[in-house]
């Protein structure tokens, strides 16, 4: 499954279990919703709060790909920084080692 239908999915399981249980946790606590003089039916006060918990998702899975794309990009510039460091260590090395193989491997084709 591919990253955005699994996203879509999260999404649409996030606002859907938001809705159940807060249907049932205001008509168990008998919970009223105002804003300002104004009585929020109980399906709008729901689905904004379901909008509310999908933003703070959404924000909560920017940072956790921000703090972990950061991590695997730092451990991938120090990796690549000790290749660096170690083909420039013991390029001599891999020098001499190609020049004998070059003069030492069999030119010969055999049929």
Do not use: N
Not at 27 to 51: C, F, N, R, T
Not at 72 to 95: K, N
Request: proline share 2%; charged share 10%.
């Amino acid at each position: 499954m591919s990253f955005f239908k699994s996203f879509l999915l999260a999404i649409i399981a996030t606002l859907f279990l938001t809705y159940v249980l807060g249907v049932s946790l205001i008509e168990l606590l008998d919970v009223d919703v105002y804003m300002g003089e104004k009585l929020i039916e109980p399906l709008m006060a729901i689905s904004i709060s379901a909008l509310v918990m999908v933003l703070l998702v959404l924000v909560a899975l920017a940072i956790v790909l921000s703090v972990f794309g950061s991590i695997i990009f730092v451990s991938m510039l120090v990796f690549g920084g000790l290749v660096m460091v170690m083909v420039g260590i013991f390029w001599p090395i891999f020098f001499i080692a190609v020049v004998i193989w070059l003069i030492t491997r069999d030119t010969k084709q055999r049929v």
